[in-house]
C-alpha cells in the first residue's frame, strides 16, 4: 500500500477538524450505550419500565425507582463521567508535559498528594458537599501542586525528565503521602482508618447537585486550558528548545499544563479519592485510532475517559451485588497489566 | 541600514556567558563576537568542542540573551521581536529529535507553521499547501504519514529540514546536519542545502565538525575558539594550516588538490607535519 496513498488521505482529505468531530460524535454515542446500561443496573433491581418512568417523571416523588434512579445513579453517572474525563485529560496533559507515555496522575504520585490534602481538609471538618466541596478541592489541588512539585524537583535534579527516574519519583512521593495519610488519620481517629483505606483506592459516589456544579466547572476548566494549548504541546515534543526556536514559550506552557493537571487530578480526589491508571490506560488506547495529536487526543480521551470510568463504576457495583467494589480496584486490574505492557513494549531497542 | 538591505542577522561585540553554577568562575562562550549574516549566503560555522558554536545558534535564535553587545536581526535589536516573529525569520535545525519524537512527518513539518498563526487551532489549507512543497523540496513527500522513529538518519534529517522550511525563514541555522549520515546521505543533504542557498535564495548558517564540507559548501567560513572569533572569511583563508593547528590544537594538513579548487583538511595522524602545499608534499 505504501504511505504514498495514506499520504493523500491525511493530508488532503480529511480534515483533522472532521475527523476529531467524528471520532467524538462515535465516542458519544458509545457513552449514551454504556450510561444507558449503567442506568438500568444496580444492586436495587428496579424494572426496566420503573427506571424509564423515573427518569421521565412520571414516577411518584418518593417512590423507590425516583429516588434510586433520580436521587443515586444519575448522580453516580455524573460523577463517573466527569471523573473519568478528567483523569485522562490529566493523563494526556503530564505525558505531553514529561514526554512519558506512562505518566499519569497516580503513577506520578500527584493523586496521593492530593489525597493527602483532602484528608488534611476532613481532619479540619470540610465535607464534599456544596460549596465545602471548593475547600475540599483547594486542599487536594494545594496537595497535587506540593506532590507534583517534589516529583518534578526530584526527577529533574539530574539533567532532562529520564523516563525510569520519573516513575520512581512519583512511587516515592506517592509512598510518602500514603503514610502520611495513614498518620493522620491514625492521630484523629483510628477507629476511620478503614474506611478512608477503602476511599483510597478511589470510590465513586454521588455527591449533592452543588457539588456536581463544582466539579463540573472544574473539569471543563482543565480541560480548556488543556485543550486550548494542545498545538502548543505537540511542539513542545520536540524538546524545550526547538519548541522556543518555534516560538512556543514553553515554560509558561508547561507551567499552565501543571497546574491544569494538577487542577484536574485534585478535583476528581476530592470527590472520588485517588482512582488509578485511566490517565495511562485511555490515552494510551485512544491513540491507536487518533494518533499523537494532542488537539485530537485531549478532546477523545475527555469522552473516552468518561466511557471508560462509567464502564468500570457499572462492573464495580454490580459484580458482587448486592456489596459493591471500590471502583479504583476495577481501573487497577485493568491499568496495571496495561503499565507493564507499555514499560516492555517501550523497551525494544529503536529500530 | 534597515529592512531589505540589512544583513539578515548581525551580532555586534556579542559576549554571552552562562550563569554562575558553581563558585568557580564560569568560561566565556561567546566574548565579543561581531559577525553578520548576509542575504543569500551560506556561512560555514567551524571550530573545536566548547568553541561557542552550538551558544551562537541559541543567541542567534533569540533562545538566550546576548550577556553583553547587540543581536540584531534585519537591522533592528532581536529583543524588539517576539518569539513567534524570531521564529517565521530564523528557522533552526537542532543536532537530532527527541529519540522517542512520537509524531509522523506531516505532522512534523506542519509544526514549522505554527509561528504564522499561533492562536489556530488546526493549521489552514494554506498551511498544508506549504508543508507539501517544503517535503516535496526536501524528497519527504512520499513519506509523510510515516512515524519518524521508522525513519533512516538521512530521512528523518530531510524531514526536519522540511520542518525548518515550513517556517518560511530567511535565515536557516543547521547545528551539525550531517553528524550522523553516510556519505550517501550527506551527499544529498549538502546537495539539498546549496540548492536551498542559490535557488530559494535562504541564507544559511551551517555548523560542521567537518571542515572540508564546509569548505566545499560555505561562501565564508567563521572561525570560532574558547567563545572567540578567530578569522572569517572565504574558505581558502580561513582554512588555513597555522590558524587551523591554533584553533584546534593539533597538527592539521590542508591540501588544495588544484588551484580554482576548494581546500581538503585532514588531521595528521602521527603528528608529523607534511605542509599545506599539495600532494606533492608527502
Same mark, same amino acid.
Given at each position: 500500500?505504501?504511505?504514498?496513498?495514506?499520504?493523500?488521505?491525511?493530508?488532503?482529505?480529511?480534515?483533522?477538524?472532521?475527523?476529531?468531530?467524528?471520532?467524538?460524535?462515535?465516542?458519544?454515542?458509545?457513552?449514551?450505550?454504556?450510561?444507558?446500561?449503567?442506568?438500568?443496573?444496580?444492586?436495587?433491581?428496579?424494572?426496566?419500565?420503573?427506571?424509564?418512568?423515573?427518569?421521565?417523571?412520571?414516577?411518584?416523588?418518593?417512590?423507590?425507582?425516583? %429516588? +434510586?434512579?433520580?436521587?443515586?445513579? !444519575?448522580?453516580?453517572?455524573?460523577? /463517573?463521567? *466527569? $471523573?473519568?474525563? @478528567?483523569? =485522562?485529560? #490529566?493523563?494526556?496533559?503530564?505525558?505531553?508535559?514529561?514526554?512519558?507515555?506512562?505518566?499519569?496522575?497516580?503513577?506520578?504520585?500527584?493523586?496521593?498528594?492530593?489525597?493527602?490534602?483532602? %484528608? +488534611?481538609?476532613?481532619?479540619?471538618? !470540610?465535607?464534599?458537599?456544596?460549596? /465545602?466541596? *471548593? $475547600?475540599?478541592? @483547594?486542599? =487536594?489541588? #494545594?496537595?497535587?501542586?506540593?506532590?507534583?512539585?517534589?516529583?518534578?524537583?526530584?526527577?529533574?535534579?539530574?539533567?532532562?525528565?529520564?523516563?525510569?527516574?520519573?516513575?520512581?519519583?512519583? %512511587?516515592?512521593?506517592?509512598?510518602?503521602?500514603?503514610?502520611?495519610?495513614?498518620?493522620?488519620?491514625?492521630?484523629?481517629?483510628?477507629?476511620?482508618? #478503614?474506611?478512608?483505606?477503602?476511599?483510597?483506592?478511589?470510590?465513586?459516589?454521588?455527591?449533592?447537585?452543588?457539588?456536581?456544579?463544582?466539579?463540573?466547572?472544574?473539569?471543563?476548566?482543565?480541560?480548556?486550558?488543556?485543550?486550548?494549548?494542545?498545538?502548543?504541546?505537540?511542539?513542545?515534543?520536540?524538546?524545550?528548545?526547538?519548541?522556543?526556536?518555534?516560538?512556543?514559550?514553553?515554560?509558561?506552557?508547561?507551567?499552565?499544563?501543571?497546574?491544569?493537571?494538577?487542577?484536574?487530578?485534585?478535583?476528581?480526589?476530592?470527590?472520588?479519592?485517588?482512582?488509578?491508571?485511566?490517565?495511562?490506560?485511555?490515552?494510551?488506547?485512544?491513540?491507536?485510532?487518533?494518533?499523537?495529536?494532542?488537539?485530537?487526543?485531549?478532546?477523545?480521551?475527555?469522552?473516552?475517559?468518561?466511557?471508560?470510568?462509567?464502564?468500570?463504576?457499572?462492573?464495580?457495583?454490580?459484580?458482587?451485588?448486592?456489596?459493591?467494589?471500590?471502583?479504583?480496584?476495577?481501573?487497577?486490574?485493568?491499568?496495571?497489566?496495561?503499565?507493564?505492557?507499555?514499560?516492555?513494549?517501550?523497551?525494544?531497542?529503536?529500530? | 541600514?534597515?529592512?531589505?538591505?540589512?544583513?539578515?542577522?548581525?551580532?555586534?561585540?556579542?559576549?554571552?556567558?552562562?550563569?554562575?553554577?558553581?563558585?568557580?568562575?564560569?568560561?566565556?562562550?561567546?566574548?565579543?563576537?561581531?559577525?553578520?549574516?548576509?542575504?543569500?549566503?551560506?556561512?560555514?560555522?567551524?571550530?573545536?568542542?566548547?568553541?561557542?558554536?552550538?551558544?551562537?545558534?541559541?543567541?542567534?535564535?533569540?533562545?538566550?540573551?546576548?550577556?553583553?553587545?547587540?543581536?540584531?536581526?534585519?537591522?533592528?535589536?532581536?529583543?524588539?521581536?517576539?518569539?513567534?516573529?524570531?521564529?517565521?525569520?530564523?528557522?533552526?535545525?537542532?543536532?537530532?529529535?527527541?529519540?522517542?519524537?512520537?509524531?509522523?512527518?506531516?505532522?512534523?513539518?506542519?509544526?514549522?507553521?505554527?509561528?504564522?498563526?499561533?492562536?489556530?487551532?488546526?493549521?489552514?489549507?494554506?498551511?498544508?499547501?506549504?508543508?507539501?512543497?517544503?517535503?516535496?523540496?526536501?524528497?519527504?513527500?512520499?513519506?509523510?504519514?510515516?512515524?519518524?522513529?521508522?525513519?533512516?538518519?538521512?530521512?528523518?534529517?530531510?524531514?526536519?529540514?522540511?520542518?525548518?522550511?515550513?517556517?518560511?525563514?530567511?535565515?536557516?541555522?543547521?547545528?551539525?546536519?550531517?553528524?550522523?549520515?553516510?556519505?550517501?546521505?550527506?551527499?544529498?543533504?549538502?546537495?539539498?542545502?546549496?540548492?536551498?542557498?542559490?535557488?530559494?535564495?535562504?541564507?544559511?548558517?551551517?555548523?560542521?565538525?567537518?571542515?572540508?564540507?564546509?569548505?566545499?559548501?560555505?561562501?565564508?567560513?567563521?572561525?570560532?575558539?574558547?567563545?572567540?572569533?578567530?578569522?572569517?572569511?572565504?574558505?581558502?583563508?580561513?582554512?588555513?594550516?597555522?590558524?587551523?593547528?591554533?584553533?584546534?590544537?593539533?597538527?592539521?594538513?590542508?591540501?588544495?588538490?588544484?588551484?580554482?579548487?576548494?581546500?581538503?583538511?585532514?588531521?595528521?595522524?602521527?603528528?608529523?607535519?607534511?605542509?599545506?602545499?599539495?600532494?606533492?608534499?608527502?
Amino acid at each position: 500500500m505504501g504511505y504514498a496513498r495514506v499520504a493523500e488521505a491525511a493530508l488532503l482529505g480529511s480534515k483533522p477538524a472532521w475527523r476529531l468531530i467524528r471520532t467524538v460524535a462515535v465516542l458519544l454515542g458509545c457513552l449514551a450505550v454504556v450510561a444507558a446500561v449503567s442506568l438500568f443496573v444496580g444492586s436495587a433491581h428496579l424494572a426496566p419500565e420503573a427506571v424509564v418512568r423515573a427518569v421521565t417523571g412520571r414516577a411518584a416523588t418518593d417512590s423507590v425507582e425516583r %429516588v +434510586v434512579t433520580l436521587g443515586v445513579r !444519575l448522580p453516580r453517572i455524573a460523577v /463517573a463521567m *466527569l $471523573g473519568g474525563g @478528567a483523569l =485522562a485529560v #490529566a493523563g494526556v496533559a503530564f505525558q505531553a508535559l514529561t514526554r512519558n507515555p506512562l505518566a499519569e496522575p497516580a503513577v506520578l504520585g500527584v493523586s496521593s498528594g492530593a489525597a493527602f490534602g483532602v %484528608v +488534611v481538609a476532613q481532619v479540619f471538618g !470540610l465535607h464534599a458537599g456544596g460549596l /465545602a466541596a *471548593l $475547600g475540599l478541592t @483547594a486542599f =487536594a489541588f #494545594a496537595g497535587a501542586i506540593v506532590a507534583a512539585g517534589a516529583v518534578y524537583l526530584i526527577a529533574s535534579a539530574q539533567r532532562g525528565l529520564a523516563v525510569p527516574t520519573l516513575l520512581l519519583a512519583g %512511587v516515592i512521593v506517592g509512598v510518602f503521602f500514603s503514610a502520611a495519610i495513614t498518620v493522620l488519620i491514625s492521630l484523629v481517629d483510628v477507629n476511620r482508618l #478503614a474506611g478512608v483505606i477503602h476511599w483510597l483506592l478511589g470510590n465513586v459516589a454521588p455527591v449533592s447537585s452543588g457539588a456536581l456544579g463544582v466539579f463540573a466547572v472544574l473539569t471543563v476548566l482543565g480541560f480548556f486550558l488543556v485543550a486550548s494549548r494542545a498545538r502548543e504541546l505537540n511542539v513542545l515534543a520536540l524538546g524545550d528548545e526547538a519548541a522556543a526556536q518555534l516560538g512556543v514559550r514553553a515554560e509558561t506552557l508547561k507551567r499552565v499544563t501543571f497546574v491544569a493537571a494538577a487542577l484536574l487530578t485534585a478535583t476528581v480526589v476530592a470527590f472520588s479519592g485517588p482512582i488509578g491508571f485511566v490517565g495511562l490506560v485511555v490515552p494510551h488506547m485512544l491513540r491507536a485510532f487518533v494518533g499523537r495529536d494532542t488537539r485530537l487526543l485531549a478532546p477523545v480521551a475527555f469522552v473516552g475517559g468518561a466511557i471508560f470510568l462509567l464502564a468500570a463504576d457499572t462492573v464495580a457495583r454490580t459484580i458482587v451485588a448486592p456489596a459493591e467494589l471500590p471502583v479504583g480496584v476495577i481501573t487497577a486490574f485493568c491499568g496495571a497489566p496495561f503499565f507493564i505492557y507499555v514499560l516492555r513494549s517501550r523497551g525494544r531497542p529503536a529500530p | 541600514m534597515t529592512g531589505r538591505d540589512a544583513p539578515i542577522a548581525e551580532l555586534r561585540a556579542v559576549t554571552f556567558t552562562y550563569p554562575m553554577v558553581s563558585t568557580r568562575p564560569t568560561p566565556f562562550r561567546l566574548a565579543d563576537v561581531s559577525l553578520d549574516v548576509r542575504r543569500g549566503e551560506l556561512l560555514g560555522v567551524i571550530g573545536p568542542n566548547s568553541a561557542g558554536k552550538t551558544t551562537l545558534i541559541r543567541v542567534l535564535s533569540g533562545v538566550v540573551r546576548a550577556t553583553a553587545g547587540d543581536v540584531l536581526l534585519e537591522g533592528r535589536p532581536i529583543d524588539g521581536f517576539s518569539s513567534t516573529e524570531i521564529a517565521r525569520r530564523i528557522a533552526v535545525v537542532p543536532q537530532a529529535l527527541p529519540l522517542d519524537f512520537p509524531f509522523t512527518v506531516a505532522e512534523l513539518v506542519l509544526m514549522g507553521r505554527y509561528p504564522h498563526a499561533p492562536e489556530r487551532f488546526f493549521e489552514s489549507a494554506e498551511d498544508q499547501q506549504i508543508a507539501r512543497e517544503t517535503m516535496a523540496t526536501t524528497g519527504v513527500l512520499e513519506l509523510c504519514d510515516a512515524p519518524l522513529e521508522r525513519l533512516s538518519g538521512g530521512e528523518r534529517q530531510r524531514a526536519v529540514i522540511a520542518r525548518a522550511l515550513a517556517q518560511r525563514p530567511r535565515l536557516l541555522v543547521l547545528d551539525e546536519p550531517m553528524a550522523h549520515l553516510d556519505l550517501r546521505h550527506q551527499a544529498e543533504t549538502a546537495a539539498l542545502l546549496l540548492r536551498l542557498s542559490r535557488e530559494h535564495g535562504i541564507s544559511i548558517v551551517l555548523v560542521s565538525h567537518d571542515l572540508t564540507l564546509a569548505g566545499e559548501l560555505s561562501d565564508r567560513i567563521l572561525l570560532l575558539a574558547e567563545g572567540r572569533l578567530v578569522r572569517v572569511g572565504p574558505p581558502e583563508t580561513v582554512l588555513d594550516a597555522d590558524v587551523l593547528e591554533r584553533a584546534f590544537g593539533c597538527p592539521v594538513i590542508v591540501e588544495r588538490p588544484d588551484p580554482t579548487g576548494r581546500p581538503t583538511v585532514r588531521v595528521a595522524w602521527d603528528g608529523r607535519r607534511t605542509g599545506a602545499t599539495g600532494p606533492g608534499g608527502r
